[in-house]
């Protein structure tokens, strides 16, 4: 018992601690403000700013969303037809891979030249942050479905699309939930990459502002914010995932998942 | 005409795309087998001759490069649609019940796939008694992972049994358990046969599994495989684990022992 609610409460007393230890690190020192706030500084400017926050974190949570939710449609899609095609996945992939490669830094300046700077592009740099990892995982799962399970089902008269829909779905579902996890939090990642870049709203091109103001505990307001939004998100998933896929952790499945 | 015809049987595994034939790996070569219906043979052979694969050819999930397969009076182009198959790894699936994994083949095939739906009760029905025949009385609801090795290869019987099919392809079933759940298994599935009656090939390592089980046990060669002996088992049935110790019994099976092992030499 006494375990169980130790292992609930470590995360949050490492992260008092840590909160702690940088308040008296900042104090103790003397470091001065514009280069590092101290905690209770940085969370007073989350109650000072408070306005302009909300409304930057619900503009950077709207477009990381719109972006995560066209991810995984299209990632599903595409990573099912990788894992049952070969054709499509000797085709496909190696392309992915090389446009995964891409720092998607680069990317956002083009972007903008296309589609203007605003919503639009965060939503799809975050989009594009987040659907490789999403479409591996999936085809991962499809990708290795037993032989001998195949035969049992190819046997019986199954089609393709029969098994896929009897066990290479179900089967690929943990993968798939391990990827959203992942990929939610890259959402974020990409979602402020383009505020800051292309200088939309949101979180981003709001420290970007408090930057050339010198205004350093609002930036470290905007961090605090933008890692529990993440945080926040990628519980949700965590949740689905053990509330969906218990049986992958209990039964003798083993699966890893490709990050991106 | 018989059940089962396998005639100058060809098999080559192409080892990557694009190759020409020859570069494959030649997996069966000249095989000639005839089952009756309602026969039950064992295959037994050194290990990569090819019992594996005679299965796949016979089921139609491979196709053979030379000679002719006919089932049932049909040639075997496509795959057959309603046999029934069960492997050394039971594979089945975590996500589902164990009554559910045993459904999964009337989730197939026809008719019971367009029934399925609507009947469901009375298919859970079936399933549980099934399940109940190979000992498995109440572990309907357990998930597979819950169930032992033993458990789960008598699961996975019931699942290559519930749609009556015709033939039942059997490769090493029991080849992961103990001797005993073994011994106690073979009774599990003599008992399903002799209340089937369907027809069924048998691949195994264990020679004293191959007698106690089959009418007939044919032996093949070292890959590339052929039949090169067939041995009819004259032992009434049912048949009982003290009939494996008869003098005439054992002496056979040392024969097969011996045929076996010269065929692996021979290479
Ligand atoms: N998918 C495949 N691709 C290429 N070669 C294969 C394939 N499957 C089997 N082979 C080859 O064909 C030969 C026969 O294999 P098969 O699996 O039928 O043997 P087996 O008699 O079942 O062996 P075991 O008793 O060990 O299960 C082997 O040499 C094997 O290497
Ligand atoms: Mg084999």
């Avoid at chain 1, 296309?114 to 919503?119: D, H, K, T």
């Avoid at chain 1, 990642?189 to 205004?215: H, K, P, R």
């Avoid at chain 2, 399903?192 to 046990?217: F, I, N, P, Q, S």
């Avoid at chain 2, 684990?241 to 290479?267: F, G, K, M, P």
Wanted: proline share 4%; hydrophobic share 50%.
């Amino acid at each position: 018992m006494k375990n169980i609610w130790l292992e609930r409460l470590s995360p949050w007393i490492l992260t008092i601690v840590l909160i702690l230890l940088w308040e008296v690190i900042v104090k103790g020192f003397g470091i001065s403000r514009i280069v590092m706030p101290s905690a209770s500084e940085s969370f007073y400017a989350i109650y000072e700013f408070r306005v302009g926050l909300w409304k930057s974190s619900l503009t950077t949570l709207y477009s990381t969303v719109i972006g995560f939710g066209i991810a995984v449609v299209f990632g599903v899609l595409m990573g099912v037809a990788i894992g049952i095609s070969r054709p499509v996945y000797v085709t496909v992939y190696p392309l992915m891979v090389a446009f995964n490669a891409i720092p998607k830094v680069v990317v956002v300046p083009i972007l903008v030249l296309w589609i203007g700077s605003g919503l639009q592009t965060s939503a799809v740099t975050a989009f594009i942050l987040c659907f490789f990892p999403i479409v591996v995982n999936m085809a991962v799962g499809l990708a290795t479905i037993e032989p001998e399970l195949k035969d049992v089902l190819r046997a019986l008269g199954a089609k393709e699309r029969d098994i896929v829909i009897k066990v290479g779905i179900p089967r690929s579902l943990p993968y798939l939930f391990a990827s959203l996890k992942i990929a939610i939090t890259l959402a974020f990642v990409g979602a402020v990459i383009a505020e800051t870049v292309a200088g939309s709203e949101g979180i981003g091109n709001l420290m970007l502002v408090a930057s050339s103001n010198f205004n350093t505990p609002l930036m470290f307001a905007g961090i605090i914010v933008i890692a529990a939004m993440a945080t926040g998100m990628y519980g949700i998933f965590a949740a689905l995932d053990s509330r969906f896929t218990g049986w992958a952790t209990r039964g003798s499945m083993n699966f890893a998942t490709a990050g991106g | 005409m018989a059940f089962i015809e396998i005639e100058d049987v060809d098999l080559v595994y192409r080892n990557s795309f694009g190759h020409e034939v020859s570069d494959g790996t030649l997996a069966l070569s000249g095989t000639n087998l005839t089952m009756e219906k309602g026969e039950f043979i064992a295959l037994v052979g050194p290990s990569g001759c090819g019992k594996s694969t005679l299965l796949k050819v016979v089921s139609g999930l491979i196709r053979a490069n030379k000679g002719k397969v006919t089932v049932a009076g049909e040639t075997v182009t496509d795959p057959l649609k309603i046999v029934g198959m069960a492997f050394q790894n039971a594979s089945l699936l975590p996500w589902r019940s164990t009554r559910e994994n045993v459904l999964l083949p009337l989730e197939i095939v026809e008719p019971h796939r367009q029934r399925f739906r609507a009947e469901k009760a009375h298919y859970e029905e079936l399933a549980d008694k099934l399940l109940e025949t190979v000992g498995l009385e109440g572990f309907g609801d357990r998930a597979p992972w819950q169930l032992s090795g033993g458990m789960q290869q008598r699961a996975q019987l019931c699942r290559a049994l519930v749609h009556e099919p015709d033939l039942l392809l059997l490769d090493e079933p029991f080849g992961a358990l103990d001797a005993f759940t073994r011994e106690e298994l073979w009774d599990v599935l003599q008992a399903l046969y002799t209340d089937r009656k369907c027809t069924v090939m048998l691949v195994t390592h264990d020679l004293r599994e191959a007698v106690y089980l089959a009418d007939t046990v044919y032996v093949m060669s070292a890959r590339p495989g052929r039949v090169i002996l067939d041995k009819k088992i004259d032992m009434p049935r049912p048949r009982k684990l003290e009939d494996l110790y008869s003098r005439d019994i054992a002496d056979l099976i040392q024969e097969l022992r011996h045929h076996i092992n010269v065929a692996r030499t021979d290479e």
